[in-house]
C-alpha cells in the first residue's frame, strides 16, 4: 500500500491525506484511513465483528461501493461514484436497472441549501438504495427513463476503533473522542482526529500527568456503542471526557455541557474556554450538535462528556456551517491556525482539570501575609488585595480551585497562583476533588 | 320522606334538587341532603355527636330555625326566613323583642356589594343573634323600633360526613373533598359535591386503579377536622388530595397547589390543568380559595391536597365571582357543560397520577431504535426526534415521567407514550415513585 | 494617675475621654484607654507578649513615640507629633538627619481627598520611617532639604485584649467586638467599643439572658488573632458575633452578613435591622467595611460574625465617611442621639436572637382559636387573620420563629406574639435551633 502520510504528519497533513477516503462506517475507506493514522501515534485498534451485540445495537455489516451511477437510457453517464463517494447514500443497497423519473426522484436525494454540492445521505438500518447529486443536476433530469447502476456488496467484517492511551498516576480516565467516519469530508469530523491525535502527541510529552488519557477514534455513534460495551470494567473510572467536531474554521468556540453540568469536568472545561475569548459560549447539553457524546452521557454509562467545536449557533441560518454534510466541506474550509488554536486550547482546558485540587486550609484565622512575603497593599492595589483575600476565605477543603476561581470572578491561574503560594508555606494541603 | 332526587340523577337535577335546603354545618337541612346523596351512590355516612372533642374543636350543637322575621312593630312583616333560609344568620342565636332601630342594625347584615342580595352569614362560635336583609331593604328602615322573631334552638345531634371509597391496588389513598354545607347555595359549594359525585361513579368503571380513592362530603372546616381526628391511621397513607370548589361557572380552572408544592401530586395535577387549557392557572397554596384542604395540609396532618376551582382571580373586584356567599348563588349561574368540562379535568388530573411512574433504564447507551421499529427521522422531524432522545436520556430512576415532561416541556401523553413503547421492549422499568 | 472619666462615664464622656490618646495596637496610650474603660465595667485585660505566635502572626513589639517634628534646615518647626499624634505614622522607626525634599515626600504622606487633614498612617510589618501632615502644609513645601526628627522606641511589651462575660443560661456565646486602637479617631472605632460597652451594661441588668455574651476590645487583627489563638476551646462554643464600626453618625445602619449568611445569627439580625429602618441596608461580607470579623470569619475559625455600622456605601464618593482615617474623625462628628439609636439597634437584634425558636406543634389541624380566645376577624380583617393563620401553618419544628417571619413576610414580634398565644395555650412546644 502506498503511503498516505509521511512520518510525523502535520495536522493540515493529515486532513490533506485522508479526506477524501469513503471513510464509511465499516468499509475499506475507513480502514485504510485509520492504519495510517495508527503509523503516527501508537494506538490500539479494537476490532468488533459485524453481528456483534453491543448494549442494544448490533455491528453491521461492512459496505463497499464498487461503482454507482446514473445514466440516461442512452448511455450517457450523468455522474458518477468515482467522481466523489457521496454520489452514492451510504450504506445503500445495489440496485440497477432503467425506472422512471418519478422512481428516480424518490431514491435521488440533494442538498437543500447548496445548489451546487453533492449532499452527505446515509441509510445504515432503512435499507433502501440511493443516489445524491447537486440541485443543479436534478433540476436538469427531465427525461422519462433513467438507467441507475448501484454495485454495492455488503459481507461480514470487522468494525474498528482506535484507542491512544497515555497513562497518568491515576486510572481515572478522561476520554477525547472524535469520529473518523462521513466520506470526502473535512470539519466533520476529521478535524476532530487530527486535533485529537496532536493533543495528545502534546500530552505524551509531559512526563508527570495526574489522569490517563484515552482518544478514541470511532466511526460515529456505533463506534462509540462497541467501545463502550466491550470495556464496561472502565465506564466507572471513566471522570469525564471531550468530543471534538469540527475544528478548523475561524468560528469562536462553542462548549456543549455534558449531561451533569455540575461535574467537575464541566466546570473546569468551560472555566478554560471562558478565560479563551470573549466571544466563545457555551450551552448546555445538546445545545450545539449532537455526536458521540449522546452514547457517554446516555443512561447506564453517564460519563460526562462535553463536546467543542466551532461552528455557528443552531439558530443561525447557515448553522452549525454552511458546507456541513455535504461535498462542500473540503479542505480548503480549514487553516493551519484554526486547527493550532483549537489544540491549544484543549490543552488548556486538559491543564485546567489536571491543575484542580481540593485545598484545604492549614492555617486559622486570615494569613500574616507579609510574614511569608506574600506582597499586596491594601490601601494602593485594593482589587488585587481583595482577590488574594477572597481566595483565601474559600480555603476549607468545600470547594475546589476552579469552583473557587467562579465565586471570586477571578482567572484560574490566579487562584493557582496564590494557592500555589500558600502551598509552599505549608499554609494549605491539596487534596483530590473526589467529592466535586 | 318525598324522594328529593331520582334515581342516578345527573349533576344539574341533584342541585336542583339539594340547593335551596338549609344546609347549615349540623342541621336538619345538611342531613336531609347527604341522605338524598347517599341513595346516588353507595357511601358510608359517619355520624360524630355535639361535643365531641376533634384535635382542639369540638362538634357543635344542631341548629334549628323554626321561623324567624322582621316586623315593624304595628305587625307588618319585612321579610322571614320562610322566603329564604339567608334571612337569618346561621347558629343565630334565638330572640325575640322590640328593638330599636339602632340595636337592629348592630344585628342585620347585607351584602357589600349587591344591593338586591342577601348576604349568607354565620356565627358559629360568636353566640349572637343576627337577620340578612337585602341592602335596599336596610335602606328603607326608616321606623325608631322593630319587632325582631328569631326562633332558633340548640340541641345535641350528630355531624354527618358522607364518604364514598374505591379500593384500589394500594391502600394509598387520594382523598377528593367538597363541603355539603352553605344554605341556598349552588358553586359554594354544591357544585363541588356534584362534580366529585359524578368522578367516583366514573372511577366505579375503571377496574384496575392503582390508588384507593376516597371522596369526602362534609360541612366546612369542622366536618374535615371530625373525620380526620376520627380516621389519624388513615393519614400517613393519604397520598394527597384534592378540593372541588364552584365547579360551575364558565372561568378557567385555577389550581391551588398544595401546603408542599414540590408533592408528586402537585406535579402531576399542575401538569393536567396547565396542559388542559392556556387560560387556567395555577397559584400557591392559600392564592385561590380556602375551604377544607387547609386541614388536610395543615400542621401535624401534612396531608398535600390542592384546590381546584373555576373563580376569578383574587385581585379581581368580583373575585372569587359577583354572587358568592349570596342569595344570588343560584342554579342559574351553573351550566351543564361546566360541571361536565369539571368532572374531565378531575379525570385527566387523576389519570396523570395514575400514570405517573419512576422509569429506570434498563438498557446502557442510547437505545437502537430501529431495531425495535421505533421510528423517527432525525433530519425530517427534528422536534419529535429530540423530544424521545429527551425523554430516552432522562430515564435512569431519579425522575418520574411528570418531571421529564415538565422538564422536557413535553406534554405528559407524549412522555407515557414513549416510556410505554420502550417498556413493550423490557427496555425500561416502572417502580412506584416512593421517594418523590 | 489623673482619672481620665469618670464613674458610670456616658458613652459620650469615654468619646471625650479618651479620643485623642495615641492609642497604637502595643502602647502606652492604649493601654491607658482600657485601663479607663476597665473602671467602667468588670473586664478581664488578656495580655500578649511581644513574639508570641498567634496562629500565624507574631505579636509585635510596643512602640512608643517620644517625640517627631519636622524643622526647615533652619530650625523653623512645621510640625510635631505633640501637636496631633497622626503626624508620624504608627509604628515608624526612628529617624533623625537632613534629608532632600525629594527624599522626605517619600517618607511624607497627606490625605488624598482632604486638603486640611492628617492623615492615618501605620506601617506595623513595614519597617519604615514616615511623617504625615496636611495636603495644604506638603504642598508649601519648596526648600531643597529638611530636618526630620522622629524619636521612636521599639521593645518588648504585651497586647492587651478586653473581655467583659455576662454568663446566660447556655455556654454558647455571642461575641460583641470593636477596636480600641486608631490614634486620636473617634468613629473609627471608639465608637463601636463605647456602645459596645454600654450594650453589656445594658445586658448586665437582663437577669436571664439565654446566651452567654462577650464583649472584646482589641487593637484591630492582632487583637482578635491574639484572642482566638489563646482561647480555641471556646471558638466552638461560639454561636456568632457582631464588630461594631462607626456607631456614632447618622447615616442609616449597614449590616454586612457574616460569610454564611445562612447562619441562624445572620438571619436574626438582618430580620431586626430590616424592620428598624427603611432606609438601613445589607450587604454580603465584605460588602461594607472589613474589620476584626475577618479573623473571626476565617477559614478553621468560622464565627459567623456580622457587622454593624453606620456609614456610607463603599460606592459613594466620601465612603465609608469624609473624614476617615483622618484627623478629621473628631467628637463633633458623633451625636448623643446616634449613638443611642445605635445602643438600641444593638440590643433589638440581641432580643431577636435571644427570642429565636423553633415552634413544634403539638396540635393537629389547624386551632380552633375560638375557643382560646385567640381573637380575628377573617371577614373584617383579612390580613391579620391570614398573619395568624400563616404563622399557625409553619408550626412543625422545621423553621425558627425569625424563619418564619421571613416566609410569612410579617415583623418578628408578630410571629414571637402570635406563637406566645399558642404557648401559653400549650398548643407548641419551643426548642433550641441547634440545627438552624
Not at 440516461?72 to 468515482?82: A, H, I, K, P
Not at 471513566?238 to 455534558?258: C, D, H, I, N, V
Not at 454509562?301 to 443561525?316: D, F, N
Request: glycine share 6%; with cysteine; charged share 25%.
Amino acid at each position: 500500500m502506498k503511503e498516505l502520510l509521511k512520518e510525523n504528519a502535520s495536522m493540515k497533513e493529515m486532513i490533506d491525506g485522508l479526506w477524501l477516503l469513503p471513510r464509511d462506517i465499516v468499509s475499506e475507506g475507513y480502514d485504510v484511513a485509520l492504519l495510517a493514522l495508527s503509523e503516527q501515534i501508537p494506538m490500539t485498534i479494537h476490532e468488533y465483528q459485524t453481528g456483534t451485540e453491543c448494549f442494544t445495537w448490533i455491528i453491521p455489516e461492512k459496505w463497499t461501493c464498487h461503482e454507482a451511477y446514473l445514466e440516461t437510457v442512452d448511455g450517457n453517464r450523468l455522474f458518477s461514484y468515482s467522481d466523489n463517494p457521496l454520489h452514492v447514500v451510504s450504506y445503500s443497497l445495489p440496485f440497477e436497472g432503467i425506472v422512471t423519473r418519478e422512481e428516480l426522484l424518490k431514491h435521488l436525494y440533494s442538498h437543500p441549501k447548496l445548489p451546487d454540492a453533492i449532499p452527505f445521505q446515509f441509510k445504515y438500518y432503512d435499507k433502501d438504495w440511493g443516489l445524491c447529486c447537486s440541485q443543479q443536476l436534478k433540476d436538469s433530469l427531465t427525461d422519462d427513463k433513467y438507467k441507475v447502476t448501484i454495485k454495492t456488496t455488503f459481507e461480514a467484517g470487522n468494525l474498528k476503533v482506535g484507542e491512544v492511551v497515555i497513562p497518568g498516576g491515576s486510572d481515572e480516565s478522561i476520554v477525547i473522542c472524535a469520529h473518523l467516519c462521513h466520506p470526502a469530508q473535512v470539519n466533520d469530523d476529521l478535524t476532530g482526529v487530527v486535533v485529537g491525535l496532536e493533543v495528545m502527541r502534546n500530552l505524551l510529552q509531559q512526563p508527570n500527568l495526574r489522569y490517563t488519557y484515552r482518544f478514541l477514534m470511532v466511526p460515529e455513534t456505533i463506534g462509540s456503542v462497541a467501545y463502550l460495551s466491550h470495556n464496561e470494567a472502565l465506564i466507572p473510572k471513566m471522570k469525564g471526557g471531550l468530543f471534538l467536531e469540527s475544528m478548523g474554521r475561524e468560528f469562536p468556540f462553542a462548549l456543549q455541557s455534558s449531561f451533569d453540568a455540575t461535574s467537575e469536568i464541566d466546570l473546569c472545561f468551560s472555566q478554560a474556554v471562558k478565560e479563551s475569548g470573549p466571544d466563545n459560549w457555551t450551552a448546555p447539553f445538546w445545545g450545539v450538535i449532537c455526536n458521540d457524546e449522546r452514547q457517554f452521557n446516555a443512561p447506564g454509562i453517564r460519563v460526562p462528556m462535553l463536546s467543542l467545536s466551532r461552528v455557528l449557533h443552531r439558530s443561525h441560518s447557515d448553522g452549525p456551517y454552511r458546507e456541513y454534510h455535504s461535498s462542500d466541506d473540503i479542505p480548503d474550509l480549514v487553516s493551519h491556525q484554526s486547527l493550532e488554536e483549537s489544540k491549544d486550547l484543549v490543552l488548556k482546558m486538559i491543564d485546567t482539570l489536571e491543575n484542580n485540587w481540593l485545598p484545604v486550609n492549614k492555617f486559622k484565622g486570615e494569613i500574616f501575609c507579609s510574614r511569608y512575603g506574600i506582597q499586596f497593599d491594601f490601601a494602593r492595589d485594593f482589587s488585587n488585595s481583595m482577590s488574594l483575600f477572597n481566595i483565601m476565605f474559600q480555603l476549607d477543603g468545600e470547594k475546589s480551585l476552579v469552583e473557587i476561581a467562579e465565586i471570586c470572578n477571578t482567572p484560574f491561574d490566579t487562584v493557582k497562583k496564590t494557592v500555589d503560594e500558600f502551598h509552599k508555606h505549608n499554609l494549605v494541603e491539596l487534596r483530590p476533588c473526589s467529592n466535586v
